[in-house]
């Protein structure tokens, strides 16, 4: 730093090279993107205009928020009672929870994805139980459909769901929660009226986190929705390396960068995003 | 969405894994799919000149072998043939030529994008004066823009523990009463909108041109007994755990099927849908000439192509080859007389115009 407490140029040299890969490779390259989508088939908005006109781009759209929608949701709930418990566990409990998080996190998204698919199909684990159990006596359409997609998802975006409000949680004093109970409250009012609120700036970082995270999905969608259901990743692949739809295929693209941004945004004006991705403080 | 060849490449590292063939024959079937390097490294260091023939296996070209690449290399002193895996789609060829940069000879493509790509005059016309037409058995094997070493077919299979009676053909595939259970048929609208097309009724002699939204309708009828596959390994999957009782896949994949459940999974070549497997020549290649004589070569010799079927299964199209095939291995054999009778040949122009549309269509019905 400099005497006014401005960066000097010699920092800026420091990031120029990390800048110019940027550039170079991925800015530019989106840029293209960006470029075929008004260019293919003929220059114009052509591609653009589908998305009001075109049936199936509307539906990939709209199967694509759903499931993004449903996934968020399941995985904050799920991820919220996790880290909540961990949260008011002994350190020697919080130790094994955390793992137990995490070790999911390093494991290939293709193996779990394969896992489920072996729970799951007709003759799977989950199937073969239930009916040797003699509840039901035809096997549950558990995957090739939106709810496999679901389940895969929602499994591989707990532990994002737990980390960010985890890291919230803690920063929660134990000792208010404890005057609330001294004042009269019960473990119910605790829990809503000072715990909740208190613990808000996670759930809002775990919603955007997982919200982005699904939209761009690939590899679980594509496996567990046996062909049937495709979501916006999938259905870009399609038009750009089978179809040769090169102009709709970026114009999708172009509209989940987007779509990612403007959620950024609009969460951005509710929270302080900086924070919750860790920087600043 | 997987290819064929990709997945002929899949079938054989697994047979070797497995212990079922030996390196050698690995090696050598590798390159009679043109997914290895032929020639040695000996010549490609001498080498200043080379073909680059382009396919879909990667890992295919750590192997060195001759089979197809034998005769060529030693009819032409100086030549070697290269490999590259990069896997030549019909967007890639596309691109590489529109830009000029033509670093390709000779690519493992199919009828279809034969016939788009050559419309879009992007490929080199094949040379009949160097490539002879008798070398193959049928006119869908050598066409304006590309001609096929090897053939393959979308048969019917079925799980004969499921049917008192055996199926016999596509319109038993759609009929849910007396065949109950789930279907499975690829994710792509080529051989299955035709075996809708089938399935209907139509003289299979005066197939095409299909009637598109009559076999889109067709599919859409069963479309909640369906599941769909995109690679080879997955339909053999879905049929051998049992998540559908009858499909539509690659005949090499059904053969796998027969042979290791020990005939519980069957597969019948009656209304199969034969296609060739084109090579094609993009405009402009750096080896111009030189490529063609190479497709020569890999029709014109007979016995790589049934040490081809002998491995996986792959028919050739060498109208000498059939004499040479053993008894055991004629049931599997796509190009064999008997079983290429009662097949429909592919009609790759019709595709070729009708592709990009109706594949478009098919999946978003499919995904609908």
Redesign the interface.
Known sequence: MTAAGRPGIGWWLLILPALLLLLVFYIGPILQVLAISVTEPEPGLGNYERIFTSESVQRVIITTLRICLITTVLALLLGYGIAYTITLASPRAKGWWILAVLVPLWISVLVRAFAWVTLLRRQGLVNNTLINAGVITEPLPLVWNEFGIIVGMVHYMVPFAVLPMLASMREIDPRLLAAARGLGASRGQVFRQVFLPLSKPGILAACVLVFIFSLGFYITPAILGGGKTLMVAEWISLQILDLIRWGLGTMMATMLIFAIIATLVVFSRIVDLRRIFGSGA | ?QSFQQDCVDLAFRRHRRGEVDRRTLLAGLAALGAGVFGGSEALAQAARQLVMVNWGGVANQGFGNFYGAPFVAANPGWTVAQDSTGP???RI?SMVESGRVTWDLCDSSATSSYLLGGLNLLSRIDYAIVNRENVIGPTFALDHGAAPYSFSNVLVYDSSKFPTAPTGWADFWDLQKFPG?RLLR??AAGTLDAAQISLGKDMANLYPLDVRASLARVREIRRN?????GGAESEQFIR???AVMGQIWHTRAKVLEQESNGRFKFIWNQGILQPGIFVIPRGNPGGEMAQRLLASMLANPEPQVELLKFLGNGPTNPRAAALVPEEFKRFNPTEPANARVQVAQNGRWWGENY?RV??DY??M???
């Open positions: 969405m789609s019909a967007g596309r789930t994710r792509d369906l599941v769909f596959w995109t755990t049992g998540e990009a594949n478009a999946i978003d499919v995904t609908g």
